[in-house]
């Protein structure tokens, strides 16, 4: 079982609608959860992280975190074509442990 | 300031040539990293310093060697590469535990000839 699974994609969200995009881990001791975004050929820019269940909003953006399910989730809101992008789901299983394992992320993509 | 800075961005080396990346921070992180990315793949962890000392080597081949000569920066040598080391090489900076959001640096393409 992989440590970190999201949906490939690709996923294709009307342009204005809102796009979901969920990770499961198998760490149940997973402590703190990242949503990184790729556009092709360049870097990952962290966009949301996330540390405790519930909800947490930035702008657009929506993380969603579920410990009990070992589920996260990036909600984006109004979808802009600039918004299409690979998103890289990445949990640090300890803390006191830097290292980040990252799920094989999820292709977005908005339609016009 | 979230910027990481990673140079040169561009890299074409033979097998036989020694090569250095760097990566330089200044957010006042204390743990730095390295990461190796193929396309269309997940970055791969490769090596974590914490406080300026090796804290993580992921099994990392010889042929690459890192080296933490201050806080701020982080170095990548590289020598006798081969054809299948070629990726995106990217370097990220953290707080340790518990904020440790990392940010990473814009990469190094390295291409081996």
């Known amino acids: 079982q992989k440590e970190v699974e999201q949906n490939s994609g690709p996923l294709s969200v009307p342009e204005g609608a809102i796009a979901s995009l969920n990770c499961t881990y198998s760490?149940?001791?997973?402590?703190?959860f990242f949503w990184y975004r790729q556009y092709s050929g360049k870097s990952p820019e962290l966009i949301m992280f996330?540390?405790?269940?519930g909800d947490k909003e930035d702008g657009r953006f929506t993380a969603q975190l579920n410990k009990a399910s070992q589920y996260v989730s990036l909600l984006i809101r109004d979808s802009q074509p600039s918004d299409s992008a690979t998103y890289l789901c990445?949990?640090?299983?300890?803390?006191?442990?830097?290292?980040?394992?990252f799920g094989t992320g999820t292709r977005l993509t908005i339609i016009p | 300031d979230t910027e990481v800075t990673q140079t040169p961005k561009h890299l074409v080396m033979g097998m036989t040539n020694k090569k250095s990346l760097k990566c330089e921070q200044h957010?006042?992180?204390?743990?730095m990293y390295w990461y190796k990315q193929k396309a269309k793949k997940p970055p791969e962890l490769m090596f974590v310093?914490?406080?300026?000392?090796?804290?993580i080597n992921e099994s990392v081949p010889s042929r690459f060697s890192p080296e933490c000569p201050n806080s701020s920066l982080l170095n990548l040598h590289l020598h006798a590469l081969q054809p299948e080391d070629s990726a995106l090489y990217l370097c990220?900076?953290?707080?340790?535990?518990?904020?440790?959001?990392?940010?990473f640096g814009q990469g190094t393409r390295l291409t081996v000839v």
């Open positions: 990220a900076s953290s707080h340790l535990a518990p904020a440790t959001e990392a940010f």
């Open positions: 310093y914490s406080y300026e000392k090796l804290s």
């Open positions: 760490d149940r001791g997973s402590q703190s």
């Open positions: 996330i540390y405790s269940n």
């Open positions: 990445a949990v640090n299983p300890n803390f006191g442990n830097e290292k980040l394992t």
């Open positions: 957010m006042g992180h204390r743990a």
